[in-house]
């Protein structure tokens, strides 16, 4: 098998032999002598490391199937989303095993396996204040566990690889020790911690910021508070939501120049009514509105409620945003999920010997709009859109 394209931020073009699912060789020309027309930017697979669900399916959801799991995935793979987290958001014990049980069948009985990196757990143990709080339930939010963590990973199989937590809480930091000794990646999220609260959790082995910016009070100490320690802190990636309702473009503008684009990740935080048409949603608890443009929030409520973004519109909007080049939005949803999973550069990378899974998309620079041509997980086309076939 052969793909070609152009890889971000290069003229010529790269022709990629593949065999048994990896880089097996790496061929470049100019791209001059291209005969089938413009070529297609050549990335490796887009990751997106917080999708709470799409189209209706949640991953919360009790009645969650393998099916739906594997449906998600293909919606996914539409967007150029080659490899993904499942995220499951706070609730309680017995739902949480549910949800993580099913996404673990659906990895080992169904075509999206091999697009699961791992399960992204956000909460339970979070904030209880308005604000960090976000839209997880009051109810459910609790203090660190390590017995009942133990059990969820049993649930999932070994399957979570991401956990968010707030720092802050009883327990927390000796809880995010064990955790990163067992190999789960540490991020702090939905928090009102203090500045010395991020430093242990950091010397812990925290290591990612979730969704900085937002789950935050209306109104922070202008100099001290928790969204500018973890800013300051070099240590941590920092995930952003660009969907330009989470955050304003000049504060995605703010953020990657201070973490500079080298430490900045993009995630969708796609919530399950990503996709569907505008209007009024029940949702346990509340209810949420989904309208025309993609905002996503409570009814009533001056809160969102997760993303209708897919990543293409996130490198779209970080690009015109905070005025980075394309190859450094493009790695910010590549490379950069993958190292802080410490699975590069097997993932997120071209290169002989890296896994052969790539996203071929166009670029319109004067629209500054992305299109997804095809998408490849492991060596194998799982997505051709069909308004853009070569002919």
Not at 8 to 29: K, Y
Not at 62 to 78: D, F
Not at 322 to 344: N, Q
Request: proline content about 6%; aromatic content about 6%; hydrophobic content about 40%.
């Amino acid at each position: 098998m052969e793909i070609s394209g152009v890889l971000p931020g290069e003229s010529h073009v790269t022709t990629l032999t593949v065999a048994d699912g990896r880089v097996s060789q790496i061929n470049r020309r100019p791209a001059s002598r291209e005969l089938a027309g413009q070529p297609s930017m050549l990335c490796p697979g887009f990751i997106d490391l917080q999708v709470n669900g799409l189209g209706g399916i949640a991953f919360n959801d009790p009645g969650l199937s393998i099916n739906q799991v594997q449906a998600v995935t293909e919606r996914l793979w539409q967007v150029g989303v080659a490899l993904y987290c499942p995220t499951l958001i706070t609730d309680s014990l017995e739902n949480l095993r549910r949800g993580l049980s099913v996404i673990a069948r659906a990895r080992r009985e169904t075509a999206a396996g091999k697009s699961i990196l791992g399960v992204h757990v956000e909460g339970p143990y979070l904030s209880a204040e308005d604000g960090p709080r976000g839209a997880h339930p009051l109810a459910h939010v609790r203090t660190p566990d390590w017995g009942e963590f133990q059990t969820l990973q049993e649930a999932a199989g070994g399957g979570i690889c991401l956990v968010t937590l707030a720092p802050e809480l009883p327990g927390a930091v000796p809880f995010i020790e064990k955790l990163v000794a067992s190999g789960v990646c540490v991020a702090i999220g939905h928090t009102a911690a203090t500045g010395a609260d991020i430093r242990a959790a950091i010397e812990a082995g925290a290591s990612m910021s979730t969704h900085l910016g937002n789950a935050a009070h209306d109104r922070l100490q202008r100099h001290h508070n928790y969204v500018y320690h973890q800013l300051a802190a070099d240590e941590l990636w920092a995930s952003l939501i660009v969907d330009g309702h989470h955050l304003p473009p000049e504060l995605v503008r703010i953020f990657v120049r201070a973490k500079r684009p080298e430490r900045t990740i993009l995630v969708s935080d796609a919530a399950h009514w990503a996709g569907l048409p505008p209007g009024i949603y029940p949702w346990g608890h509340c209810d949420v509105e989904v309208r025309a443009d993609g905002w996503i929030g409570v009814v009533g409520q001056p809160r969102l409620a997760g993303s209708g973004l897919m990543l293409p519109r996130g490198i779209e909007n970080v690009v015109r945003f905070a005025g980075v080049s394309l190859a450094d939005a493009v790695r910010m949803v590549t490379e950069h999920p993958a190292k802080v999973l410490g699975l590069a550069p097997r993932l997120g990378t071209i290169a002989p010997g890296s896994d052969a899974t790539f996203t071929l998309a166009d670029w319109d620079a004067e629209r500054g709009n992305l299109s997804i041509r095809q998408t490849v997980v492991a060596g194998e086309v799982v997505y051709t859109n069909p308004t853009r076939e070569r002919g």
